[in-house]
């Protein structure tokens, strides 16, 4: 069962859910009614690469990812559970007024142009980098996309493709001139195999996997400044 719910901030408080950082929160209410958890198990859920899965059956890293991304916005991860009785899980996220909220136009902080297939991950970060400010188009690496590439701020890459890797897309960009700086997030072996013969003349940079969205907006700025 999945509820949405208000509470106060002097609510959550009093409950010692959070220490009160806003005057209101959203709550989202994940309920179960399965075997629930003992509570080593529960105590350590959000403990990275921990998995009460069979072995080859999850990374472990699913829960510790979601932990870190609530309490970057201040909010909180609450876990109700006891064995043979069901678990509930309340995730409290602080509410804020949209700082976008009576602006029909805002300026945009830079063109972001995100490469990459058919990606739910690359999908809700060009969301997110538009909710931030940022200008983004997202384009398929089949597409015309060094034209593009020479026209935006920054390009970010997806190295998910075998059919077209991101180190195949960054000599592309350097043999056509293209001085655009480069994002890549990746996976960290997938990096380190190829970081030696990547070209050296562009301005680049890479994100491992999973990344937060304040890693990749602190990545554009620092990029888009150093090639200034």
């Known amino acids: ?20 950082a806003s005057d209101e929160y959203a709550l989202i209410r994940f309920s179960d009614t399965g075997p629930g958890m003992d509570e080593k198990t529960a105590g350590r859920i959000f403990e990275p690469f921990f998995t009460a899965g069979k072995q080859g059956k999850g990374t472990g890293l699913g829960l510790s990812v979601a932990y870190g991304i609530i309490a970057e916005i201040d909010g909180e991860i609450v876990v109700s559970t006891k064995k043979d009785m069901g678990t509930t899980i309340d995730v409290l996220i602080p509410s804020v007024v949209s700082p976008l909220a009576g602006k029909e136009t805002i300026a945009s902080r830079a063109s972001v142009l995100l490469i990459t297939e058919d990606d739910s991950e690359a999908k809700v970060i060009s ?31 997806f190295d998910r493709s075998p059919e077209k890797p991101s180190a195949d897309m960054l000599f592309e960009l ?15 072996d997938v990096w380190l195999n190829a970081e030696k013969e990547l070209p050296s003349d562009l301005v680049k940079a890479n994100l491992f996997r999973p990344v ?6 602190y990545s554009i700025d620092s990029l888009i400044h150093k090639s200034q």
């Open 174 to 188: 350097s043999r056509s001139k293209v001085t655009t700086p480069v994002l890549i997030i990746s996976e960290f």
């Open 127 to 157: 969301l997110a980098l538009t909710n931030s400010g940022f200008a983004v188009e997202l384009l398929n690496p089949e597409e015309e996309w060094l034209v593009k590439a020479g026209q935006s701020d920054l390009v970010i890459l």
């Open 1 to 20: 069962t999945v509820t949405l719910d208000r509470r106060s901030g002097d609510e959550v408080s009093a409950q010692d859910l959070v220490k009160k």
């Open 212 to 217: 937060s969205l304040k890693e990749i907006i």
